[in-house]
T-cell receptor
């Protein structure tokens, strides 16, 4: 129930295209859904995050769509650029009384390659 | 700020040897996390500390692993004895204080451990 399932495992997109990465969760106590971006040789870094009280959040070319009833959320990268090539992790966490003490539960990651 | 500092960046050792990984969190951050990243299992939380006190070590794989945080600016993760299956990238992350599920975690660059 603590798992976050992420797909696809890898994704190849042409420059200018839309990259879409999906995640699903089971634990209804999760109330925070961040996406982290990781470049080779670096640690993950927070990209964008959403709370379940909204269905969408946009920051520049990056958008999170959230479907509470389906327990799914996704990352959309518009006008994908070669510099976006990285591994993307979705994550989820719950409040202290949600059982996970606020810890982040990560998906397995999606390796995105944007071709020029 | 220099960010989270980890050392060494790379470690190659032989099976049975003791390995010590080090982490210096961001100054002023009171929560510290140790993660392990592998292709098969993704990012796994091993242990985390609040105000130098271990809060959740349920992710520590077995007794061969131990972690300490003697003060607010230093933590170690020790593996004794090491085994080939411990080969992974180990990340340290810190956050201001893990009292909310929305606190951002800042990751270090990681230590790539290879056990031969």
């Amino acid at each position: 129930q603590q798992q976050v399932k992420q797909s696809p495992q890898s994704l190849i997109v042409q420059k200018g295209g839309i990259s879409i990465i999906n995640c699903a969760y089971e634990n209804t106590a999760f109330d925070y859904f961040p996406w982290y971006q990781q470049f080779p040789g670096k640690g993950p870094a927070l990209l964008i995050a959403i709370r379940p009280d909204v269905s969408e959040k946009k920051e520049g070319r990056f958008t999170i769509s959230f479907n509470k009833s389906a327990k799914q959320f996704s990352l959309h990268i518009m006008d994908s650029q070669p510099g976006d090539s990285a591994t993307y992790f979705c994550a989820a966490s719950a409040n202290w009384d949600g059982g996970s003490q606020g810890n982040l539960i990560f998906g397995k990651g999606t390796k995105l390659s944007v071709k020029p | 700020d220099a960010g989270v500092i980890q050392s060494p960046r790379h470690e190659v050792t032989e099976m049975g040897q003791e390995v010590t990984l080090r982490c210096k969190p961001i100054s002023g951050h009171n929560s510290l996390f140790w993660y392990r990243q592998t292709m098969m299992r993704g990012l796994e939380l091993l242990i985390y500390f609040n105000n130098n006190v271990p809060i959740d070590d349920s992710g520590m794989p077995e007794d061969r692993f131990s972690a300490k945080m003697p003060n607010a600016s230093f933590s170690t993760l020790k593996i004794q004895p090491s085994e080939p299956r411990d080969s992974a990238v180990y990340f340290c992350a810190s956050s201001p204080l893990q009292r909310s599920s929305t606190d951002t975690q800042y990751f270090g660059p990681g230590t790539r451990l290879t056990v031969l």
